[in-house]
């Protein structure tokens, strides 16, 4: 009996010894790795990490998920050093892949690269791939526009990604546009460009410029933005032809700076018409920066949203200009 027990403790002994070389073994070989490794051992091409989820995407992605609330638990206030930032990068490129509708894993991966990676542009963008894939989330473009604001001081681009999380994506990025009247050096392609600062001016005479969306689309809301220092005078028609004709008058307005017009409820169009241009300015010059056209209006946005867009322009310092609405349903 007590021959067995020497045996036994023996046994422990080496046992423990073995264990003990063991560890430091493995210590020693991972001392070698990456930290980013370490995280966990994933692919940095997102395809194959969604091939090797074997059609399990979504629950794969909800593990990635909590590993990337762990991790960002223990190493919150380093996560901005590249060996941790490349391995929680990837991580979050494979998680967002294997479910690009995971809304709170879009917001999470938005918080986490803009408050500890410390990178607030790489930040805006997953916010807004996740707005792309998720029409209709209003915080993910809202949360990229707060950022825009509070960390990169850009308030136009602020501004532009508040009113995308209540109308979505302008309409205008896809569309043409057909002019009469444009002035020599001047493109038609800077009215929907997106870019304010761009600017075309038109004689005032039998000058019109036309927008094709392409297709029939439902309109919530009309802007028109010019850089001009007097008021303009313009008329508004719609049309749902196939071709630019049949137009229904909307309105005719004098306007300073900005104007907006709102449809409650939404109406539909092909084409957008603005003609009968007017100035009170000097030169017989009817300027345009911007016409862009959005869908209807998400009744999930807060109020204050809108109210935050237009703060912006006061945020961004004194520029005179005038806001106002209309509302009108096209017969």
């Not at 509708?101 to 805006?124: C, M, P, Q, R, W």
């Not at 959005?294 to 200009?321: H, L, Q, S, W």
Request: aromatic residues 12%.
């Amino acid at each position: 009996m007590r021959k067995t027990t020497l045996i036994c403790i023996g046994i422990l002994i080496v046992s423990c010894l073995l264990f003990s070389w063991a560890q430091g073994k493995i210590i020693e070989a991972r001392s070698g790795i990456r930290i980013e490794e370490k995280i966990l051992m994933l692919s940095d091409r997102p395809e194959v990490t969604k091939v090797a989820a074997l059609g399990f995407d979504s629950a794969l992605a909800d593990l990635l998920w909590v590993r990337a609330i762990q991790y960002f638990g223990g190493n919150f206030s380093t996560l901005d050093k590249p060996e941790k930032r490349e391995g929680l990068i990837n991580l979050f490129d494979n998680m967002l892949a294997l479910d690009p509708h995971f809304v709170a894993a879009y917001k999470f991966t938005g918080f986490v690269v803009n408050e500890s990676v410390k990178d607030s542009n790489l930040a805006i963008d997953y916010l807004l791939k996740g707005a792309d894939n998720n029409p209709g989330e209003w915080s993910l473009p809202f949360d990229a526009g707060f950022i825009a604001f509070y960390q990169l001081k850009e308030y136009e681009l602020a501004k532009e990604l508040f009113i995308q999380s209540i109308f979505g994506l302008s309409l205008t990025h896809d569309a043409s546009i057909q002019t009469t009247g444009l002035k020599p050096g001047f493109s038609e392609e800077a009215i929907i460009d997106g870019d304010s600062y761009s600017n075309a001016e038109f004689t005032c005479e039998n000058s019109s410029l036309t927008i094709d969306l392409g297709a029939k689309k439902t309109i919530g809301r009309i802007w028109f933005e010019h850089k001009a220092p007097a008021k303009q005078t313009y008329r508004l028609s719609l049309s749902t032809a196939d071709t630019p004709t049949d137009f229904e008058d909307i309105e005719t307005t004098a306007v300073l700076g900005v104007y907006f017009h709102d449809f409650e409820p939404p109406t539909e169009a092909r084409f957008v018409r603005l003609d009968q241009f007017q100035t009170e300015a000097d030169e017989d010059v009817f300027a345009v920066s911007e016409v862009k056209v959005f869908g209807a209006r998400n009744p999930k946005t807060p109020g204050y949203v809108e109210r935050m867009a237009y703060e912006m322009d006061r945020a961004g310092g004194p520029v005179p200009r005038r806001l106002g609405t209309i509302r009108a349903v096209l017969q």
